[in-house]
């Protein structure tokens, strides 16, 4: 049997929905190089999931809501990419909550990409 670890951090939800699938691209882009900040403000890591050509999720996974927050109210830009997000007509909903995780000793998180500063 394998031993299992478990964990609480906060996780953050971003479902958008585009009118087409270059949209979509080019707002994944522009959320890559958004979160690079954000890993210096407690960002654990993210993740991108392509459900359709016009569906993105992206969730963040941070150490603990209080890191989260912290880096929220420092984010002034974040009404700007609201108003982006409508503009190139798509939609977005969020939620977040407490997030407790598991990971086995085989997990392989060499498939993550490594951001270093």
């Avoid at 984010?75 to 609201?82: F, I, M, Q, R």
């Amino acid at each position: 049997m394998q031993k299992i670890k478990g964990f609480l951090m906060y996780t953050r939800i971003h479902v958008f929905k585009f009118p087409n699938k270059v949209a979509r691209d080019s707002f994944r882009f522009f959320c890559i190089n958004y979160t690079d900040k954000l890993f210096n403000e407690g960002l654990n890591f993210s993740l991108f999931v392509d459900v359709t050509n016009t569906q993105l999720h992206y969730l963040t996974v941070w150490k603990n809501k209080k890191d989260w927050e912290i880096s929220f109210k420092k984010a002034k830009e974040y009404s700007d990419v609201k108003t982006q997000v409508k503009e190139m007509g798509a939609t977005m909903s969020i939620v977040g909550g407490e997030t407790s995780g598991r990971m086995t000793s085989n997990s392989n998180f060499n498939l993550f990409e490594n951001v270093s500063f």
